[in-house]
Antibody, heavy 125, light 108 residues
Framework: QVQLVQSGAEVKKPGASVKVSCKAS????????MHWVRQAPGQGLEWIGM????????TYAQKFQGRVTMTRDTSTSTVYMDMSSLRSEDTAVYYC??????????????????WGQGTMVTVSS | DVQMTQSPSSLSASVGDRVTIPCRAS??????LNWYQQKPGKAPKLLIF???GLQSGVPSRFSGSGSGTDFTLTISSLQPEDFATYYC??????????FGQGTKVEVK
């Protein structure tokens, strides 16, 4: 079964760090870029960044640069998102999402076709 | 950065209605536009890619149109399971792009 399974909910104090995992199964991890998206309570979706599991290269949204690190372990088909210096505004559900290449009239597109179930991260003193 | 605007933030409809959900980009994004459906407590689900491509397994009552700055998601005949929030996403200006704020389809 093709799926992404994320780690469980976390409660952290302001200033702490959190590491969320996302384990892929049913497909080969290194064949697709993996993205991370978050959603604050009652709010919309916000892109955090992405990792190429094949080589480990990363691209982060400017807002999170310096505070987020994405890594992968190909031996366990798992990607990780580490966010530091947490503040209350980081309280959100964090999703991993696989991007799959689709070609339309010779142009490449990479929609997010598979999502993890989400991990609730609560930052509170 | 490209901004995506979805208005209205909610709309009311009945089962069987034809529903159109608009999305506007702040600049030309060609057809780098995806649509997702999200139900409460669940992850988003891809419906439409490249503005008009139907994702495998998605019912044919869903369709997408538009190019440039103006896009539309259409549900031809609303079903009970379609009450949800719909997000557009542009992938033109950055790898992950930006999402609209969502349009919630509610029961009239």
């Amino acid at each position: 079964q093709v799926q992404l399974v994320q780690s469980g909910a976390e409660v952290k104090k302001p200033g702490a760090s959190v590491k969320v995992s996302c384990k892929a199964s049913g497909y080969t991890l290194i064949r697709n870029y993996m993205h991370w998206v978050r959603q604050a309570p009652g709010q919309g979706l916000e892109w955090i960044g992405m990792i190429n599991p094949s080589g480990g290269s990363t691209t982060y949204a400017q807002k999170f640069q310096g505070r987020v690190t994405m890594t992968r372990d190909t031996s366990t088909s798992t990607v990780y998102m580490d966010m530091s210096s947490l503040r209350s505004e980081d309280t959100a559900v964090y999703y991993c999402a696989r991007a799959s290449m689709t070609v339309v009239r010779g142009v490449h597109f990479y929609p997010f076709d598979l999502w993890g179930q989400g991990t609730m991260v609560t930052v509170s003193s | 950065d490209v901004q995506m605007t979805q208005s209205p933030s909610s709309l009311s409809a009945s089962v069987g209605d034809r529903v159109t959900i608009p999305c506007r980009a702040s600049q030309n994004i060609s057809n780098y536009l995806n649509w997702y459906q999200q139900k409460p407590g669940k992850a988003p689900k891809l419906l439409i890619f490249a503005a008009s491509g139907l994702q495998s397994g998605v019912p044919s009552r869903f369709s997408g149109s538009g190019s440039g700055t103006d896009f539309t998601l259409t549900i031809s005949s609303l079903q009970p399971e379609d009450f949800a929030t719909y997000y557009c996403q542009q992938s033109y200006s950055s790898p992950g792009g930006t999402f609209g704020q969502g349009t919630k389809v509610e029961v009239k």
